[in-house]
């Protein structure tokens, strides 16, 4: 072979291997299957908080045997063996346990590891994690381990970087003699986090000089702090913060690591008798420096103007003196926080120069002098307290109206005026949620209008006098966690707080004590009704209407001897009726219709002796009526609708029960026997016309209750005193239909469906001459129909199906609008509209169809059922009843009003046209 063939075999043996080597190796099968056994042992939990994580999921999920393991979400490989080197869980949902046994410790070439920020249900650390020889990092901060540190992971001695941060709830622990020993054996570190881990220990003397960052705070340290841990030549982050019992100085000299040192943190160490040290001006790639609670004194040098990469400053809460060099206003430019707090600093605020402040607290100090007009360019200024100092002057609110990033602005406890003189016109950032302007002599509160979402306002020790206005509780309602107004000249506050119909949500707001009027109605509220409304003493109208509230009915309510009006229909409330009404109950109306209360109606009732509503109907009430509630003089309204109440109806013997009842309701129960004879002859409100009676006028709140008629539901509003009504429908009444309900001549409504009622139907009815709907269904009438009834001009529901009638449909008037489902399951009836003739019935069917004239309209479609209850005079009754089930806008609704009029009345005209003309030609026959 010559030289040439051998070279290039040589070259293609070279190029193969080198192409071979390229091709990444796939996943090891040992490997794959110690994965799946090591997801297997976990669920997947809610989403955890990972501040510094582009997304949180489970990475997990996307392990599975179809795929190459080494390309799973959080699996990184060696491309030459296949092996498992990196594993990358962090915030991945999480949730079990790592035993020993786990199958991830087979993964024995694992080089980094990072299960942080998972759920590990407060487990212990297995010792098993010292067998990754070839671990450098390993992060198991935040995942709920507790216990003992096991001492095995100072086995692990190519560790560069070691996570096991933890949070004040958890329990973590590291022994003292196992701290030394990590830092002994773990000479390449170069960052340690044990933040918060109780190791109660004295600082270790030696340390890796690698470290760029040691995060000892929390640890419960003692003693001094080493001054060699100044001088690490790498070190970029310092933390021993909140360690109480740590002492410490500052070194004398240039620190050794001052041109890598970006961040240190030893607030609540004790350097008391320190100075600020000139020797701080050497770091200037100081980015944060937080001293706070660190007991230093004397001022602040002037090397640390030298700190121009500063970020954040925070040296509250120390005894720190002198006056605030100008220098921290222009000469730091990228300065965001200042934060000097609680100190003895004195003497005027110079001139802002910078823009940059986001956050500065200068509280608790004794600083002088106006305040700079140049507060106003702090554009990007999101905090700003200023409160407890000796600040002078006024301070015209148009100073911060540039600032559209504020959060918190506090004032309080100057010397300052604190005016609107300019009058400027500015809105205050949605971001604002915090004002505190105590003793700032405010006057007025004007300039408070448009700051809307407050959840702390301060404006207490001032001058601010008459009341406070409306639009300030309806801004601040559903905000304000703190509210203080105490020691000002106010002579009222506000009394009616109206926030009906919104998209409130949460639990109910308790407004100020003195609130007389609360209507929150019609809103997405839930929880409880907290005991702390019956310190609402001035109550007189309550509306908690359609919402979500839940439990129970707040016993104290009935303490409230000056409320007036309590509605809490339709909610999810449950329990017992409240019971505690006095002898000065003033309620006139009670409204708790549609929740899920139990019990019986409590007899404390009888002490609201001006009660003239009661709803209590769609609930889960049992026991017998309540006869006793006749006693009461005034009431008009009650409904006892769709309970659980039984048995007869036993009335009483005494003189002027239900003397104003106008509105009675007992459908849907189970009661028995015959219809209640002697009740009816009590009603007196019902047995009189009054055309006198009027409509009443507007009010705040008007009562409303639910009727049914012809199968549907409407809400009856503002026409009480017109509208009458008895509805003992879905019972089990038995006997005859006594003729004495012939006299209660001022129903509207009568409706005696579905109960067991026997015999004829009394002619008296026929005396019920304003009568809009009648029904006496689903019972075992039998006879005929009375021909009284015919005179029944206002009648418009009109349903006698499904008993034995028998006979002629009386005819004329409102009998030729009525259609065959009025009179369906009686075989034995006769004439129009039924099929069976009863004699010259022509004119009936000349009428016929009357009501398809007009089925191609719209309107009369929509709002068919509810036109018919105001046909005839009853017209008002309709409309009302429109005006409450309609929710578009109020000219829309006018529109459809008018149309509503007018088909009324051309549809009754062309009624009456019709009779006319059939009454014409039955004279001419």
């Known amino acids: 072979m010559g030289y040439t063939q051998f070279s290039f075999l040589l070259f293609l043996c070279f190029c193969l291997v080198s192409f071979s080597s390229s091709i990444p190796h796939p996943c090891r099968k040992d490997q794959s299957i110690s994965l799946l056994k090591f997801k297997q042992t976990f669920t997947i939990g809610h989403p955890t908080y990972c501040p510094y994580q582009s997304s949180t999921y489970p990475k997990t999920s996307s392990w599975n045997v179809s795929r190459d393991c080494c390309s799973w979400d959080g699996v990184t490989c060696d491309e030459m063996t296949g092996h498992v080197i990196e594993l990358d869980l962090s915030c991945s949902q999480l949730v079990g346990n790592i035993d020993s046994n786990s199958s991830l410790f087979q993964l024995s070439h694992?080089?980094?590891?990072?299960?942080?920020?998972?759920?590990?249900?407060?487990?212990?650390?297995?010792?098993?994690?010292?067998?990754?020889?070839?671990?450098?990092?390993?992060?198991?901060?935040?995942?709920?381990?507790?216990?003992?540190?096991?001492?095995?992971?100072?086995?692990?001695?190519?560790?560069?970087?070691?996570?096991?941060?933890?949070?004040?709830?958890?329990?973590?622990?590291?022994?003292?003699?196992?701290?030394?020993?990590?830092?002994?054996?773990?000479?390449?570190?170069?960052?340690?986090?044990?933040?918060?881990?109780?190791?109660?220990?004295?600082?270790?003397?030696?340390?890796?000089?690698?470290?760029?960052?040691?995060?000892?705070?929390?640890?419960?340290?003692?003693?001094?702090?080493?001054?060699?841990?100044?001088?690490?030549?790498?070190?970029?982050?310092?933390?021993?913060?909140?360690?109480?019992?740590?002492?410490?100085?500052?070194?004398?000299?240039?620190?050794?690591?001052?041109?890598?040192?970006?961040?240190?943190y030893l607030n609540e160490v004790n350097l008391s008798g320190n100075l600020l040290p000139e020797t701080l001006g050497y770091l200037t790639s100081l980015y944060f420096l937080s001293l706070s609670n660190c007991s230093l004194g004397g001022p602040i040098p002037e090397s640390l103007s030298n700190l121009t990469s500063l970020v954040s400053l925070d040296?509250?809460?120390?005894?720190?003196?002198?006056?605030?060099p100008s220098w921290m206003f222009s000469h730091l430019p990228l300065l965001r926080n200042l934060i000097l707090s609680d100190n003895h600093f004195s003497?005027?605020?110079?001139?802002?120069?910078?823009?940059?402040?986001?956050?500065?607290?200068?509280?608790?100090?004794?600083?002088?002098?106006?305040?700079?007009?140049?507060?106003?360019?702090?554009?990007?200024?999101?905090?700003?307290?200023?409160?407890?100092?000796?600040?002078?002057?006024?301070?015209?609110?148009?100073?911060?109206?540039d600032l559209k990033q504020?959060?918190?602005?506090?004032?309080?406890?100057?010397?300052?005026?604190?005016?609107?003189?300019?009058?400027?016109?500015?809105?205050?950032?949605?971001?604002?949620?915090?004002?505190?302007?105590?003793?700032?002599?405010?006057?007025?509160?004007?300039?408070?209008?448009?700051?809307?979402?407050?959840?702390?306002?301060?404006?207490?020790?001032?001058?601010?006098?008459?009341?406070?206005?409306?639009?300030?509780?309806?801004?601040?309602?559903?905000?304000?966690?703190?509210?203080?107004?105490?020691?000002?000249?106010?002579?009222?506050?506000?009394?009616?707080?109206?926030?009906?119909?919104n998209l409130l949500q949460g639990s109910l707001p308790i407004p100020p004590n003195s609130t007389s009027y609360f209507f929150i109605s019609q809103n997405n509220l839930s929880g409880e009704i907290p005991s702390s409304i019956c310190n609402?003493?001035?109550?007189?109208?309550?509306?908690?209407?359609?919402?979500?509230?839940?439990?129970?009915?707040?016993?104290?309510?009935?303490?409230?001897?000056?409320?007036?009006?309590?509605?809490?229909?339709?909610?999810?409330?449950?329990?017992?009726?409240?019971?505690?009404?006095?002898?000065?109950?003033?309620?006139?109306?009670?409204?708790?219709?549609?929740?899920?209360?139990e019990g019986k109606i409590p007899r404390s009732w009888a002490h609201c002796k001006e009660l003239q509503v009661l709803d209590l109907g769609d609930n889960h009430l049992i026991g017998t009526f309540p006869m006793w509630l006749g006693t009461l003089p005034k009431l008009q309204v009650l409904s006892l609708r769709s309970n659980e109440l039984h048995g007869s109806i036993r009335t009483s013997t005494v003189e002027n029960m239900f003397p104003n009842l106008r509105m009675l309701d007992l459908s849907s129960n189970a009661f028995t026997e015959n219809l209640p004879k002697s009740l009816f002859q009590h009603l007196k409100a019902m047995r009189t016309i009054d055309p006198s009676k009027m409509e009443p006028s507007d009010g705040y709140y008007q009562d409303t209750v639910a009727v049914v008629t012809k199968g549907l539901e409407l809400e009856v509003v503002r026409i009480l005193s017109l509208y009458t009504t008895v509805d003992l429908s879905n019972n089990k009444f038995g006997g005859y239909i006594p003729r004495i309900m012939g006299d209660l001549v001022a129903l509207r409504m009568l409706n005696l469906s579905h109960n067991g009622l026997?015999?004829?139907?009394?002619?008296?009815?026929?005396?019920?001459?304003?009568?809009?709907?009648?029904?006496?269904?689903?019972?075992?009438?039998?006879?005929?129909?009375?021909?009284?009834?015919?005179?029944?001009?206002?009648?418009?529901?009109?349903?006698?199906?499904?008993?034995?009638?028998?006979?002629?449909?009386?005819?004329?008037?409102?009998?030729?609008?009525?259609?065959?489902?009025?009179?369906?399951?009686?075989?034995?009836?006769?004439?129009?509209?039924?099929?069976?003739?009863?004699?010259?019935?022509?004119?009936?069917?000349?009428?016929?169809?009357?009501?398809?004239?007009?089925?191609?309209?719209?309107?009369?479609?929509?709002?068919?059922?509810?036109?018919?209850?105001?046909?005839?005079s009853g017209l008002c009754i309709g409309l009302s009843i429109i005006y409450m089930v309609s929710?578009?806008?109020?000219?829309?609704?006018?529109?459809?009003?008018?149309?509503?009029?007018?088909?009324?009345?051309?549809?009754?005209?062309?009624?009456?046209?019709?009779?006319?003309n059939n009454k014409r030609r039955n004279n001419l026959l």
């Open 110 to 264: 694992l080089q980094r590891l990072d299960l942080s920020k998972n759920n590990f249900s407060n487990s212990h650390i297995s010792p098993e994690f010292g067998r990754f020889s070839s671990l450098t990092h390993l992060n198991l901060s935040e995942s709920s381990f507790s216990g003992q540190i096991p001492f095995e992971i100072s086995h692990i001695s190519r560790l560069q970087s070691l996570r096991f941060s933890t949070s004040y709830a958890t329990n973590l622990r590291l022994a003292a003699h196992d701290f030394k020993l990590l830092l002994q054996n773990l000479t390449q570190l170069t960052e340690l986090d044990l933040s918060y881990v109780n190791i109660s220990s004295t600082i270790p003397l030696n340390f890796s000089s690698h470290l760029t960052t040691l995060k000892l705070g929390g640890t419960g340290l003692y003693g001094i702090i080493p001054e060699s841990i100044f001088h690490l030549p790498n070190l970029e982050t310092l933390d021993l913060s909140e360690n109480d019992q740590l002492n410490g100085y500052f070194p004398n000299t240039k620190w050794n690591s001052s041109a890598s040192l970006v961040e240190i």
């Open 315 to 324: 040296l509250t809460s120390n005894a720190l003196n002198g006056t605030i």
């Open 347 to 401: 003497g005027r605020l110079e001139d802002f120069k910078s823009n940059s402040l986001r956050w500065i607290d200068l509280r608790n100090n004794h600083l002088q002098g106006h305040l700079p007009n140049s507060i106003q360019n702090l554009v990007n200024l999101t905090v700003l307290y200023l409160s407890f100092n000796n600040f002078s002057g006024h301070v015209d609110v148009s100073l911060f109206s």
């Open 406 to 501: 504020l959060w918190v602005l506090d004032l309080s406890y100057n010397s300052i005026s604190l005016t609107n003189e300019n009058k400027v016109n500015f809105t205050w950032p949605e971001t604002l949620f915090l004002l505190r302007f105590a003793a700032c002599e405010v006057k007025e509160l004007e300039f408070l209008r448009s700051a809307k979402q407050l959840q702390e306002l301060d404006i207490s020790n001032n001058k601010i006098q008459g009341r406070i206005p409306d639009w300030a509780w309806s801004n601040w309602m559903f905000s304000l966690f703190t509210l203080n107004i105490s020691h000002n000249m106010l002579t009222s506050v506000v009394s009616t707080i109206d926030l009906r119909s």
């Open 536 to 597: 609402l003493a001035s109550l007189i109208m309550l509306d908690l209407s359609r919402n979500n509230l839940s439990g129970e009915i707040p016993q104290c309510l009935g303490n409230i001897t000056g409320l007036e009006v309590l509605d809490m229909r339709h909610n999810n409330l449950s329990g017992n009726l409240p019971r505690a009404f006095s002898n000065g109950c003033s309620l006139t109306s009670l409204n708790l219709h549609g929740n899920k209360l």
């Open 758 to 872: 026997e015999g004829h139907i009394p002619p008296s009815l026929g005396n019920l001459s304003v009568v809009e709907s009648l029904d006496l269904s689903g019972n075992h009438l039998v006879g005929e129909i009375p021909v009284q009834f015919s005179s029944l001009t206002y009648l418009e529901v009109f349903n006698l199906s499904h008993n034995h009638l028998e006979g002629c449909i009386p005819q004329g008037n409102q009998f030729a609008t009525f259609e065959n489902s009025s009179y369906e399951g009686n075989d034995g009836l006769r004439g129009f509209p039924v099929s069976k003739g009863c004699g010259d019935d022509h004119v009936s069917n000349t009428v016929s169809g009357l009501d398809d004239q007009e089925g191609d309209s719209e309107f009369l479609n929509d709002f068919r059922k509810a036109a018919l209850m105001g046909y005839g």
């Open 887 to 916: 929710t578009r806008n109020p000219i829309w609704l006018a529109r459809i009003l008018l149309k509503l009029e007018h088909k009324i009345i051309t549809r009754r005209k062309k009624k009456q046209r019709l009779l006319r």
